[in-house]
């Protein structure tokens, strides 16, 4: 539709047919209709034997393609084939309004009478005379052409997959078996601007190989029949009818796009691209096939060439070789193949020809990434006297000390609702703006790049504005961050390539130095096995193939923090090591060189414990952190606070009275004769008085243990209690009695005591946490006593 027709100058007495729009293109020869001055102003001749355009059809059918959208709809008539007739095309822009049904009938009443198809792009433009892919600015319809097989068949696939459509036009072709040709549509929800429209038509490409569509609308320009105008082909007049409409059935965009993905090819359709033609040679026989100048052989050089040149270009557009092994075998074919080679220069301008030519048909490429880490001819290595007598100095840390090195992994880890996010932000905007954060330094203000996929933008704007930082740090990072909005996409090769140019958009002058990918899981791919998160093949793949290929596309010194959550471990295997948390695959941790890890030893408390694992450097402490009055602070991990005292005083409240709950259930417990282990007194009373889940009582009884305020007993059988299978043996406390039983004087008589006296056999040592045996049962004494 944007080819200009070589079409002779009109007449002088012709010049008032033209739309007054398009005066300011004098070299434009198409014949711009204005449905307000007809044609012919003679009597309509009805033809009995053929349909006449339906106002209603073509009202729905604009409804559904252009209800929402706004601008100019670009509006294509030509005469169709087989009509023994000719004619020029003529092209209208009519406004996308309330008007636009009425001008569309008028116009298709008009094409009628002279034999023309009526064609429209499903998209709006903003000015006249414009109707070229990159001149779209709305799209609200998705479609997709079914031209060929079994329709029905394709049909009934795309709805048990995609669900039902808007609309279904029959454009009034027929298949060799008979069956109708078919245009389905599905409305979105609202118009498609922007980067959208680029999406969209990857999934009409996308529905249209799945089902052997007409592959051309993935090309935002491509036009289409109009529902409710006439058919005529090849001596066939027919309408171009609706034969299914839900008009209040629309779609939104993601939740389809997310459908298509899913959707798995039709039964007989095959992802794998034929280029062979019936009048062709087929490619496989070019491609080893010599071919000399001179018309030796049974084709040209120029034939072969473009053959191969067009097979690659192919794989490079949907993503199956980069652009740099598609040129590299575009050359091999030349050196290899042609007698004599085509110079570059030809081999050059012949492929960017047929390349372009390409993408005006078939749509955007899915550009898969060139690695800028290609592998050395040659691999490095150095004696042990080489790496002692460089004394070069080191090269700056992105985030010191050796927190993030250059070209270093940063993984930050956490439970969902730990805050990592929030941490997360106020430490990327301190980086941007070259300040210190919680010990963390930047050498100066870093160009950071946040590609996140779970705040939506209104959520994250409200979140930068209560960040709660000094407006002097807020000012100084400003144009160092750029963030991205929640994105519904996945890092695989598409998705590799939007990144790496809006990363070179953002930061056209100088280079990246932190990719921040927030999280891991909303983006990962696992290549083409389609592993996840767990499987180390698919998290290696993620890692080498995606993420450090994305970072050697940009900047190969640019440092990458990946977000990742942790799954659930008790306080003690997080205790002992917190980097196990961590969610997916082992492999993630062999890969990193920094690990974070942010979490919460007391539950009921507010301070954070931020785990540290390096592998570039010197080990460093864990940091205490917590918010204060709105803001990250460290605080000092001895029993004196710096900041919250008062808070901090409760809290430890709050831990006295647990445990002076905890010894009072364990003596009342034994006087009703009723003994526990640890494991059973945590599961027994989970939730009751205020105490806490089975593991933040667990907890509690470690500590009383390691204080020796609680003992144990290994076994009590002569009261019905056997030895326990417990490392430690029954819980016991100072002074302890089992059951209620009265303990009589024989020669007075009085009652001296009641129940029998539990005492320990076992304790906790406090340095090894191992049991050890009580030496003297009968004497309670505390580990602070055997110090002295």
């Known amino acids: 539709m944007t080819d200009t027709p070589k079409d002779p100058p009109e007449p002088p007495e012709d010049t008032n047919m033209r739309d007054d729009s398009t005066t300011d293109q004098p070299g434009e020869n198409l014949v711009h209709f204005n449905p307000w001055r007809d044609f012919n102003d003679a009597a309509p001749q009805i033809d009995p034997f053929g349909d006449e355009p339906d106002p209603e059809q073509i009202a729905s059918f604009m409804e559904v393609v252009f209800g929402y959208c706004d601008g100019l709809i670009p509006v294509r008539s030509f005469i169709d084939k087989g009509q023994g007739i000719d004619g020029r095309p003529h092209n209208i822009w009519i406004a996308a309004d309330e008007t636009a049904p009425e001008k569309m009938a008028t116009f298709a009443g008009w094409a009628a009478r002279e034999g023309a198809a009526v064609y429209v792009i499903p998209g709006t433009v903003t000015e006249s005379g414009r109707a070229k892919a990159a001149d779209v600015a709305q799209m609200q319809a998705v479609v997709v052409d079914i031209d060929s097989g079994d329709i029905a068949a394709r049909r009934a696939h795309l709805e048990r997959h995609l669900g039902p459509p808007t609309m279904v036009v029959e454009s009034g072709g027929i298949t060799p078996e008979g069956q109708h040709k078919a245009h389905v549509w599905w409305k979105l929800t609202e118009p498609a601007e922007g980067d959208d429209i680029a999406r969209l038509c990857r999934l009409r490409g996308d529905i249209a190989a799945k089902v052997g569509g007409d592959m051309h609308f993935r090309s935002a320009h491509q036009p289409i029949r109009v529902a409710g105008s006439v058919y005529y082909k090849n001596g066939l007049k027919t309408l171009v009818r609706i034969v299914e409409l839900n008009a209040r059935l629309e779609r939104d965009l993601d939740e389809f796009a997310e459908a298509v993905v899913d959707m798995p090819p039709a039964p007989g359709v095959s992802l794998t691209p034929d280029f062979a033609t019936l009048d062709k040679p087929a490619v496989e026989d070019v491609l080893v096939t010599p071919v000399r100048e001179g018309g030796a052989d049974d084709w040209s050089r120029f034939e072969g060439a473009s053959a191969a040149i067009g097979y690659f270009i192919r794989l490079v557009h949907e993503g199956r070789l980069s652009k740099a092994e598609g040129w590299e075998a575009i050359c091999g074919y030349n050196a290899a193949m042609l007698r004599p080679q085509w110079p570059v220069e030809r081999l050059k301008r012949e492929s960017e020809r047929l390349w372009a030519r390409h993408v005006e048909r078939h749509g955007p490429p899915l550009v898969r990434l060139d690695s800028a880490a290609p592998v050395p001819d040659e691999i490095p290595s150095f004696t042990l006297g080489q790496l002692l007598d460089d004394k070069s100095p080191m090269p700056a840390d992105l985030i010191g000390p050796r927190v993030l090195t250059p070209g270093g992994l940063l993984v930050l880890g956490g439970a969902p609702k730990v805050g990592k ?198 080990a460093l402490p864990a940091k205490v952190v917590d918010k204060v009055n709105g803001t990250w602070a460290e605080l000092t991990p001895s029993s004196e606070r710096l900041v919250r005292k008062d808070l901090g005083a409760r809290h430890d409240a709050e831990r006295d009275r647990k445990n002076l709950v905890v010894l009072g259930l364990i003596f009342d417990e034994a006087a009703e004769g009723r003994l526990y282990t640890a494991t059973q007194f945590a599961e027994a009373f989970e939730n009751q008085l205020d105490l806490g889940g089975r593991y933040s009582i667990r907890e509690r009884l470690s500590v009383l243990a390691t204080k020796g305020q609680i003992k144990f007993r290994r076994n009590f059988t002569e009261h019905g209690f056997p030895g326990t299978q417990s490392h430690f043996g029954y819980l016991v406390v100072r002074d302890m009695r089992f059951g209620r039983d009265p303990v009589i004087d024989a020669e007075t008589g009085e009652v001296l005591e009641e129940g029998v006296a539990v005492l320990p056999t076992h304790y906790k040592c406090p340095h090894s946490g191992r049991a050890r045996e009580v030496e003297n049962p009968s004497v309670w004494v505390y580990p602070e006593e055997a110090h002295d």
Do not use: W
Not at 501 to 527: K, V, W
Not at 602 to 615: F, G, N, P, Q
């Open 421 to 618: 996010s929030d941490l997360l932000i106020a430490l990327l905007v301190h980086l941007a703006a070259g300040v210190p954060f919680l010990g963390f330094t930047p050498p100066r203000p870093l160009r950071i790049f946040y590609l996140q996929a779970e705040i939506q933008y209104h959520y994250l704007r409200e979140r930068m504005q209560q960040i709660g930082l000094p407006p002097e740090l807020i000012v100084a990072a400003r144009d160092n961050l750029i963030v991205t909005p929640k994105l519904r996409m996945l890092l695989d090769a598409e998705g590799s390539a939007r990144v790496a140019e809006a990363i070179r958009s953002a930061f056209p002058d100088d280079p990246l130095d932190i990719l921040c990918i927030d999280p891991i899981r909303n983006l990962f791919d696992g290549g083409p096995d389609g592993g996840g998160e767990n499987d180390n093949a698919a998290m290696m793949f993620f890692l080498k193939d995606r993420v450090e290929v994305l970072r050697d596309h940009v900047n190969p010194d640019c440092g990458v923090i990946l977000v990742h959550h942790t799954k659930k471990l008790s306080k003690h295997q997080v205790k002992e090591d917190p980097f196990l948390a961590l969610s997916g695959a082992s492999a993630l941790r062999g890969f990193y060189t920094t690990g974070l890890i942010l979490h919460r030893p007391d539950e009921e408390a507010s301070e954070r414990r931020l785990e540290i694992e390096l592998r570039n450097g010197p």
